[in-house]
Each structure stands twice: as C-alpha cells, then as structure tokens.
C-alpha cells in the first residue's frame, strides 16, 4: 500500500514565501513522476508542476517563475516552493505520483491535500 501525506501549507501574507512537502511512503518500487495541483473553492482542480524521471520539469504559465519543484529521490520526496505568494494562490495544495509498486502495479496516487491561504 501506497500513501502520500503533504505537509507545509498555512497562513501567509501576500509576498510571501511556502515551502509544501509531499512524502511517498509504503510499497514503492519506482515513482515515475510527482506532480503538485491545487483546488480553489468553486474551482476545478489544476496543474501546476511536475518533476519527471531524471528530474526534468514542467510549470503552468501562471506559476512559472514564482512557484519551484524538486524531489529528493531518497526520500520518496517532493517539494514546491512557493515565492511572492498572492491572495489568488489560496487553495488547497493536492500532490499527486505515478508509483510503480512491488506488486507490478503502476498507479496514481493523491494525497490528502494541504490548505494554503495568503492573506492581502
């Protein structure tokens, strides 16, 4: 079994900076990609990066140059961090992985989300 568990959202003023965990743990043998979406009340829920493989990446428009993702592979890890946040980026931060596990099973997994307000 697979879990995904995101850590780092809370209160924030505008411009200001989050750093968001999202930590794989369990049966895994191999994490194909990990991504970071976020859901606004109301709002359907969007992409906003993606760490893939060896390490390449992949932004929304909307985030690029203010949002960053990394991994540390040994730790089943993924990060994004957050810089001059805005009241508009308030929502809940979901990590989502493609994990291969022992069983020979490859499927994606959510973790339970992370709440982000940045107040004006």
């Known amino acids: 079994q697979v879990q995904l568990v995101e850590s780092g959202g809370g209160l924030v003023q505008a411009g200001g900076s989050l750093r968001l965990s999202c930590a794989a743990s369990g049966s895994i043998l191999s994490i194909t990609s990990m991504c970071w979406y976020r859901q606004a009340p109301g709002k359907q829920r969007e992409l906003l990066a993606a760490i893939i493989g060896g390490g390449s990446t992949n932004y929304a428009d909307f985030v690029k140059g203010r949002f960053t993702i990394s991994r540390d592979n040994a730790k089943n890890t993924a990060y994004l961090q957050m810089n001059s946040l805005k009241p508009e980026d308030t929502a809940v931060y979901y990590c989502?992985?493609?994990?291969?596990?022992?069983?020979?099973?490859?499927?994606?997994?959510w973790g339970q989300g992370t709440q982000v307000t940045v107040s004006s």
């Open positions: 989502n992985a493609q994990i291969a596990d022992y069983s020979g099973s490859r499927l994606g997994y």
